[in-house]
């Protein structure tokens, strides 16, 4: 029995809904662009910690390889995502998204 | 597969262009390269191998979507070719066009879900930084934020799904989980439903289905028109294929899990879509409005789910594909005339420049869905599909959309032929020129032959 087996399923199942959970609600109630990307690493890492557990309690090593890839996309998109918040913070001088409010009907 | 190697490549030579000192002839090369690219994968028509240890299989169904997808790139790089004309950039913008386009050919032809991320990732990625190509202008900033912000949300969704999915099934291919549901009908376990509600979720963002919807309007209109254009046309060709590709595959055996709810983000998009599109006073987004209301359009074959779906949409993508490059094709020589793309811009067209006037006229009318033009019988496919499944309250629905989407396109009609103008001359280049009138000819082609296209799957 491997260590992660040690803790039953269904909390690990408790524990990453828990987290996506606290990363929705951080991007959807945040104002700090910055604070929202952490967030979405959140709720990016909280299925990666789901993907493990199933993986070893599967026996199955699909489960991590997916990790491996989910965590070099989420690398991308933060470093995209910075890329553009600096664009951003260089014509407006904040990191507050209430000031992104020119496109509405 | 040969044609996803050859975008990749092709997109690496991009790069290398900057530096190698070929950069004024690579749109050049990137063109000539995207037409063999698109030839080379009808070569691939019929040999159905399973690719890459089985993650992916080039079908019939791969090779259909992906040359609609190619097409359209074609006639995207002759309509935005100015785009590619600035001396900074314009390597970074090509290579970034060329992998959203590999990104987009995974989409279509992914039999595993780790595919499918990749896929959608490359495609997103490479759009998140095209969105903002235009440094200084805020717009484009906010759009490109909001874009990145919301495509990286759905994806949250759409990968807690999918580690749902494997924890029930133990696989992440789409064949293996429709065996599994098959083999175990009755005792599939819970958490496997919760994923395919979440991948649901996370698909519908990407193809911007109500209420997922609201980045959409947002993103197309702060984004440069071309690539407005290039979002509307090639990016939810091949969010689609993808959605209609999980959902035809894997979970067509448990359409009561799903059925309900997709009905109901159906009538959604198809209202919410058409409605707000008509209290628009900009083009753009109007245009991005429009584009919400097909996916609701393209919704109803999904929902359909019979031997008529994929068909049906792929005649629609098509049709609406080659109307939205002909209308964002105008728009963006309007735009770059008045500098704004307020309809009252269009005042007049029909004097100052007959064809412009004439072909966005065509393209309009297509998008409506009025014969003699495409969009009539790509309406008509996905009706019938719907249709034969039982959905009559939908196609009613969907009927009384679509009265009201004539409303709009025509306000942009009337505006070309009964408004006076402000006495300005529009010009459009030659390549240009070329373009609207053979996307014409095939807008009225395949409203006469349809069947060339609905025989192929």
Known sequence: MSAIQVIPLNWYLLLSTVLFTIGVLGVLFRRNAIIIFMSIELMLNAVNLLFVAFSSYLSDSKGQVFVFFIMAVAAAEVAVGLAILMMVYRNTKTTDINILNKLKW | MKALILLSSLGTLALLAEIFGFKKRIFLISLLGLITIFFVNLLDWNLAPNIFFGMMQYDHYAVAFSSVILITAILWFIMSESFFKEETNRTDRLSLVLFALAGAVIMVSYTNMAMLFLGIEILSISMYILTGTLKDDLNSNEAAFKYLIMGAFSTGFLLFGIALIYGATGSFDINEIKEFITARESTVPSIFYVGVLLMLIGLSFKVSAAPFHFWAPDV?????????????????????????????????????????????????????????????????????????????????????????????????????????IVTFCILNIIINTYGNDNINSFNGLGKSNPLLAFVMTLALLSLAGIPPTAGFFAKYYVFTAVFKSGFIYLVLIAIFASLVGVYYYFKIIIAMYFKDSTNETIQATMNQKILLVVVAFAIIALGIFPDFIIRLL
């Open chain 2, 220 to 324: 197309y209109q702060g984004a440069p028109t071309v690539i407005t254009a290039f979002m509307a046309t090639i990016v939810k060709t091949a969010a689609f294929a993808a959605f209609l590709r999980l959902f035809s595959i894997s979970f067509s055996d448990i359409t009561a899990t799903w059925v309900n709810i997709v009905w109901v983000m159906t009538a959604l998009t198809l209202l919410v879509g058409n409605i707000t599109a008509v209290a628009q006073t900009s083009t753009k987004r109007l245009l991005a409005f429009s584009s919400v209301a097909h996916t609701g359009y393209m919704l109803l074959a999904l929902l359909a789910d019979n031997s008529y779906s994929s068909s049906a949409i792929l005649f629609y993508v098509t049709a609406y594909s080659f109307g939205s």
